[in-house]
C-alpha cells in the first residue's frame, strides 16, 4: 500500500494570516479529522469534523465542531454537533468576560471556570493542541516547560472535565502528557500539528 504524502505547512504572509485545510488520519484506528482553519495573527476561526468507526474503547461517532479564539488566540467559543447511533446532541461552550465557561447541552446549562482553563481539548483531536502551541509559542525548542489547564471534552461521550496538560519544548519535538496519552509530537512551523504518535498523522 502506498504511502501518501504529508500536506506542506500551510504557507503564511508576511503578517503570519493564511487559509488552509488540514487532515489527519488515526494511528491504528479507522479515523479522519479534516479543518478549514483561517488565521489571521493569532486569531483562529475553524470548522471541523472527526469522523471514528467503532473500537473497542469507543462507539462509532461523529463529531463537526466551529471553533472561534479571540484575537490574542484564547478560546471564545466551540460549537459541537454530535452524532451517534442513539442520536445527535448539541453541545456549545463559551467563556464570558470573567473568564468562566458557559456550557449548554441538552441536559441545560452549566458554569465553570475549569480550573482556569484558557483553552477547550477535543478527545481524539490533534487541531486542537495547537491552541496553547501557538498562544505559547512552544514551537520554539528552547522556550519553557508549562501545564495549560483545559476545558476536555470526552468524545464520544460528550462530557466535559477540568483536565491538565504538560508540555515540554525539546529538539525532537514537544512532549505532551495529557489524559489520554503521553507522548512526544511534532509541529510545523505554524504551531499545526504534524504527527501524534499513538493518535494521528497529517497526511
Same mark, same amino acid.
Given at each position: 500500500? %502506498?504511502?501518501?504524502?504529508?500536506?506542506?505547512?500551510?504557507?503564511?504572509?508576511?503578517?503570519?494570516?493564511?487559509?488552509?485545510?488540514?487532515?489527519?488520519?488515526?494511528?491504528?484506528?479507522? /479515523? @479522519?479529522?479534516?479543518?478549514?482553519?483561517?488565521?489571521?495573527?493569532? /486569531?483562529?476561526?475553524?470548522?471541523?469534523?472527526?469522523?471514528?468507526?467503532?473500537?473497542?474503547? *469507543?462507539? #462509532?461517532?461523529?463529531?463537526?465542531?466551529?471553533?472561534?479564539?479571540?484575537?490574542?488566540?484564547?478560546?471564545?467559543?466551540?460549537?459541537? *454537533?454530535?452524532?451517534? #447511533?442513539?442520536?445527535?446532541?448539541?453541545?456549545?461552550?463559551?467563556?464570558?468576560?470573567?473568564?468562566?465557561?458557559?456550557?449548554?447541552?441538552?441536559?441545560?446549562?452549566?458554569?465553570?471556570?475549569?480550573?482556569?482553563?484558557?483553552?477547550?481539548?477535543?478527545?481524539?483531536?490533534?487541531?486542537?493542541? #495547537? &491552541?496553547?502551541?501557538?498562544? @505559547?509559542?512552544?514551537?520554539?525548542?528552547?522556550?519553557?516547560?508549562?501545564?495549560?489547564?483545559? =476545558?476536555? &471534552?470526552?468524545?464520544? %461521550?460528550?462530557?466535559?472535565?477540568?483536565? %491538565?496538560?504538560?508540555?515540554?519544548?525539546?529538539?525532537?519535538?514537544? %512532549?505532551?502528557?495529557?489524559?489520554?496519552?503521553?507522548?512526544?509530537?511534532?509541529?510545523?512551523?505554524?504551531?499545526?500539528?504534524?504527527?501524534?504518535?499513538?493518535? =494521528?498523522? /497529517?497526511?
Amino acid at each position: 500500500m %502506498s504511502q501518501v504524502p504529508a500536506q506542506p505547512a500551510p504557507a503564511a504572509g508576511d503578517n503570519g494570516d493564511f487559509k488552509a485545510m488540514m487532515t489527519w488520519r488515526g494511528i491504528g484506528a479507522e /479515523r @479522519l479529522e479534516q479543518v478549514r482553519v483561517t488565521v489571521t495573527g493569532h /486569531r483562529i476561526k475553524a470548522y471541523g469534523r472527526i469522523i471514528a468507526a467503532a473500537t473497542a474503547d *469507543h462507539e #462509532a461517532f461523529s463529531a463537526s465542531y466551529d471553533l472561534i479564539t479571540t484575537d490574542t488566540g484564547l478560546t471564545k467559543r466551540l460549537s459541537l *454537533h454530535l452524532v451517534r #447511533a442513539s442520536g445527535d446532541t448539541q453541545i456549545s461552550i463559551t467563556r464570558d468576560g470573567q473568564d468562566v465557561w458557559l456550557v449548554q447541552t441538552a441536559r441545560g446549562m452549566q458554569r465553570s471556570d475549569f480550573g482556569g482553563a484558557q483553552d477547550v481539548d477535543l478527545a481524539l483531536s490533534p487541531f486542537l493542541n #495547537a &491552541l496553547p502551541i501557538r498562544r @505559547l509559542g512552544l514551537q520554539d525548542p528552547s522556550a519553557k516547560p508549562v501545564v495549560v489547564p483545559a =476545558a476536555y &471534552l470526552y468524545l464520544p %461521550s460528550g462530557e466535559f472535565a477540568a483536565e %491538565s496538560l504538560q508540555y515540554t519544548p525539546g529538539k525532537s519535538g514537544l %512532549s505532551i502528557v495529557g489524559p489520554v496519552a503521553s507522548t512526544t509530537i511534532t509541529v510545523d512551523q505554524n504551531g499545526f500539528v504534524r504527527d501524534y504518535p499513538g493518535l =494521528a498523522e /497529517r497526511i
